[in-house]
């Protein structure tokens, strides 16, 4: 991997309490840890889980980018459009020159 092909820009979102519903209750919701990050984002394969009865697709994403502090995967990443859970992140070489996360697409 090198800097030049992290082409693709994303969001890292993290889960957030924004405040409560007419009802008192808290709402929670994401809100971003860390915008415009650059990243090189590979599809890696679809499967068809089954839920009960239905079949759903799932899109599984390696996304690759430079290290960045405090990333778990409580947090989220959005592509676009794309909404990908963080299922696993990874320092592959051990000296801390990229971080890769594993994703589901889930949107």
Do not use: N
């Not at 092909?5 to 009802?23: F, S």
């Not at 079949?55 to 794309?82: C, H, N, Q």
């Amino acid at each position: 991997m090198t800097p030049g092909q992290l082409r693709d820009t994303i969001t890292i979102e993290r889960p957030a309490k924004l405040g409560a519903d007419d009802a008192g209750q808290p709402r929670e919701g994401w809100e971003a840890a860390y915008e415009g990050v650059p990243a090189c984002v590979q599809f890696v394969s679809g499967i068809e889980p089954r839920r009960g009865e239905q079949v759903e697709a799932a899109s599984t994403m390696k996304v690759t980018i430079r290290p960045l502090p405090d990333i778990t995967p409580k947090m989220r990443v959005r592509f676009g459009e794309r909404i990908l859970e963080i299922e696993g992140v990874g320092d592959p070489t051990g000296r801390r020159h990229w971080l890769v996360m594993r994703c589901v697409e889930t949107k």
